[in-house]
């Protein structure tokens, strides 16, 4: 349980790195469950507008989690 939560916090710090344009689109695929047009539709993008943004955002949440395995307590936002 420990091992979770701490998966969870720094999931949450990573996400927080997020810009919120990146944020939400991860959100609203990976947690709420839609699919990528259905989410498309709902930030007003259209299809490959939104996969292209979810592709980078899941790019730059793998980037801040890989900072913060390597470094812990840091996220890549800190080094902007």
């Known amino acids: 349980a420990a091992a979770r939560?701490?998966?969870?916090r720094?999931?949450?710090v990573a996400l927080a790195?997020?810009?919120r344009s990146d944020r939400e689109a991860v959100l609203l695929v990976a947690v709420e469950g839609f699919a990528p047009s259905e989410a498309a539709a709902i930030v007003g993008l259209?299809?490959?507008a939104f996969r292209k943004r979810l592709q980078r955002a899941r790019q730059r949440l793998a980037a801040e989690m890989d900072t913060m395995t390597r470094?812990?307590?840091?996220s890549a936002g800190?080094?902007?």
């Open 71 to 74: 470094a812990p307590g840091a």
């Open 17 to 19: 790195g997020l810009s």
């Open 5 to 8: 939560s701490e998966t969870e």
């Open 78 to 80: 800190d080094q902007r």
């Open 46 to 48: 259209p299809g490959t």
């Open 10 to 12: 720094r999931i949450e």
